[in-house]
């Protein structure tokens, strides 16, 4: 298993070259919300430092946190399968690096790569099997 980000682990070097040809960098400070509630926004983001809250807003207007997430490790990456408004708020709880992989810029890539794509899902794939067991564990 390489030292790469969950979403990079299976790139060859020259996969690697393409696919960060197109990332965004950025650093955020704590309270910054990365993610909003029914935005349509279908990016991955990779979490390289710091951690994030997952919320949902309540019925009464309140906000419950669900999970949080720390680095590193994908955010979004259901909603890149699935098109679909988001779903949570996802918010800095330290200042946080992250790698945004723009959806439409990610996905023409992946149009033209067949064996490209098959391991960015496949990475994709393990990193919410992993969630989902984590999930599980805490139940």
């Known amino acids: 298993m390489s030292d790469l980000h969950p979403l990079l682990r299976f790139l060859d070097p020259g996969e690697l070259k393409l696919v960060n040809s197109i990332v965004i960098e950025q650093d955020l400070p704590a309270g910054e919300t990365i993610i909003r509630t029914n935005d349509r926004n279908r990016d991955i983001v990779c979490?390289?430092?710091g951690t994030v809250a997952v919320q949902v807003e309540t019925?009464?207007?309140?906000?419950?946190?669900i999970t949080q997430i720390h680095s590193p490790n994908l955010i979004g990456e259901m909603n890149f399968i699935i098109p679909t408004r988001r779903t949570?708020?996802?918010v800095a709880l330290t200042p946080i690096n992250v790698s945004i992989y723009p959806y439409l810029s990610?996905?023409?890539i992946l149009r033209k790569n067949p064996s490209l794509a098959y391991k960015i899902f496949a990475a994709l794939n393990q990193s919410l099997v992993q969630?989902?067991?984590s999930t599980l564990a805490r139940i």
Not at 59 to 65: I, K, L, N, Q, S
Request: no cysteine.
């Open 47 to 49: 979490l390289n430092q």
């Open 106 to 108: 990610l996905t023409a």
């Open 59 to 65: 019925g009464d207007g309140g906000v419950r946190e």
């Open 88 to 90: 949570a708020n996802v």
């Open 131 to 133: 969630k989902y067991l």
